[in-house]
Every structure is written in C-alpha cells, then in structure tokens.
C-alpha cells in the first residue's frame, strides 16, 4: 500500500497523529461531520485516537487513509481513502472529508479521481463503493458526475447516536472507469 499519493494541486499522505490538530478543526466542525459516520469530535486526543486506529487497519491492509494536503503550501484540508478492502472479491470503500472552507473548489473530485486511479490500477480492484446520507447532496453530484451508478437505498444500515439512518450505495466499476478514461482521450 502506498504511503503517498502526489498530484498536481494535492498530495495524499498516510494520515500521522501529527496531523492531529488539523484533522480535528474539521472532524469537531458539524457541518463536516453531518454526514460523517463518527461522532463530531470534542478533543485533539479523539483524532488522535481514531488516527491511531486507522493506521492499525492500515498495516493489516484492511484500510487506508490519507491526510489531503495541498501542494502549494502544505496546508492540510481534509482526509480521504478506503474504508474497507474486500480482497476476495477485489472491491473497496472509499470515503472523504473536507473542510467546509475547500468545498466547491474542485478538490474533492481530485482526491476521489486519484483513489479511483490507485484503486483500479494498482490494486487491481474490480468495483469501489461509496455510501452516501440520502440528504448528502454535494456528495452524491459529486459520485454522479464522476461516472458512479446508484444502486439502492440501504435502509436503516448505519448506526449513529440518533439511531439508524439509510445510506444510498453507489459503485463504479474498473470496466466504467476504464470506458470513462478512453472516452475522454477520444475527446
């Protein structure tokens, strides 16, 4: 698994607990977390901790996730990678957050593109998952437009303080993504 992915605007890199402080001013932001599936955090020790617990999936490779962090001035905006790998049947999950403040700036698109990338050619996955809150609109445009299919409504499939919620799935395929990337060079 790679511990760093490098783009034009943005790199990802292994979340570290010395990204602690960064990630906690958005996982403690309630308009991040909305549709989160954690609770928003009150403290830099939770980020700690859940930064901790991701990298022991990370060295188990049952999951990964990155810090985003722009290029232009190391500044970190947000987090993203696989939530799960299901390697007998060669698909992930992927997942993303963002500051508030970098919404609509094209970011997430990048970030989800380059997952999409990693996933299909160096991984040799077959089909990326995302689950998405029905009221997460951004999120879902954003699945929409980069070629993900919907595939139904899981109702009452996660569990939050308030209860259970419905989560939509959506998938893309290595054959969608691959007929995606040749079309736009058809272009």
């Not at 930064?51 to 990155?66: M, S, T, V, W």
């Not at 698109?109 to 990338?117: A, F, I, P």
Request: proline fraction near 2%; hydrophobic fraction near 40%.
């Amino acid at each position: 698994m790679k511990s760093q992915l490098q783009l034009e605007r943005i790199k990802l890199v292994q979340s570290e607990r010395e990204h602690a402080p960064a990630l906690f001013k958005f996982w403690s932001d309630p308009m991040v977390t909305r549709y989160m599936n954690i609770e928003t955090f009150t403290t830099v020790e939770e980020a700690i901790t859940m930064i901790d617990l991701l990298n022991k999936f990370a060295a188990k490779k049952q999951a990964n996730r990155y810090t985003i962090i722009t290029m232009k001035n190391d500044e970190i905006i947000g987090s993203c990678g696989f939530n799960y790998f299901d390697y007998d049947n060669a698909k992930a999950e992927v997942g993303y957050d963002l500051g508030k403040e970098y919404w609509g700036r094209g970011f997430a698109s990048e970030v989800v593109m380059t997952l999409l990338r990693y996933g299909f050619q160096e991984l040799h996955l077959n089909r990326i998952e995302a689950k998405v809150a029905p009221k997460n609109e951004r999120s879902i445009k954003l699945l929409e437009r980069l070629g993900f299919s919907y595939e139904g409504l899981l109702r009452q499939s996660e569990k939050t303080k308030d209860g259970f919620i419905d989560v939509m799935l959506y998938s893309i395929l290595k054959q969608d993504f691959s007929k995606q990337a040749s079309d736009k060079m058809d272009k």
